[in-house]
Nanobody, 127 residues
Framework: QVHLVESGGGSVTAGGSLRLTCVVS???????????MGWFRQAPGKEREAVAA??????SYNDAVLGRFTIARDSAKDILALQMNGLTPDDTAMYFC???????????????????WGQGTQVTIYS
């Protein structure tokens, strides 16, 4: 079972930056690099949407964050990070760390394709 705990959320003004981290723990049924790791977000009244994902160094992004957000994984420390720059009020949401066993690319960026979830961390951007 993969256990995910997010941190790093907060409130900033538009144009600011935040860095989210997700600590991965638990027991992997398969080698750690067999898992695709991703970030999702959910704003009030909206569907949970994919933000970014990474699998063995290959990164995929939602077009809305491309060029502003960067996903990174430190496999040695079992940490997933999301660096968010140029934040806007539209980025306000609860952000979730997620994992799926197996490959992922941009075609897998949907909540139904991920099996393990963290509890989320709130990001609020003020104009």
């Amino acid at each position: 079972q993969v256990h995910l705990v997010e941190s790093g959320g907060g409130s900033v003004t538009a144009g600011g930056s935040l860095r989210l981290t997700c600590v991965v723990s638990g027991s992997y049924t398969y080698p750690a690099d067999s898992y695709c790791m991703g970030w999702f977000r959910q704003a009030p009244g909206k569907e949970r949407e994919a933000v970014a994902a990474i699998y063995r160094g290959v990164r995929s992004y939602n077009d809305a964050v491309l060029g502003r957000f960067t996903i990174a994984r430190d496999s040695a420390k079992d940490i997933l990070a999301l660096q968010m720059n140029g934040l806007t009020p539209d980025d306000t949401a609860m952000y979730f760390c997620a994992a799926r066993l197996g490959f992922c690319d941009s075609t897998y960026l949907h909540r139904d394709n991920f099996h393990f979830w963290g509890q989320g961390t709130q990001v609020t951007i003020y104009s």
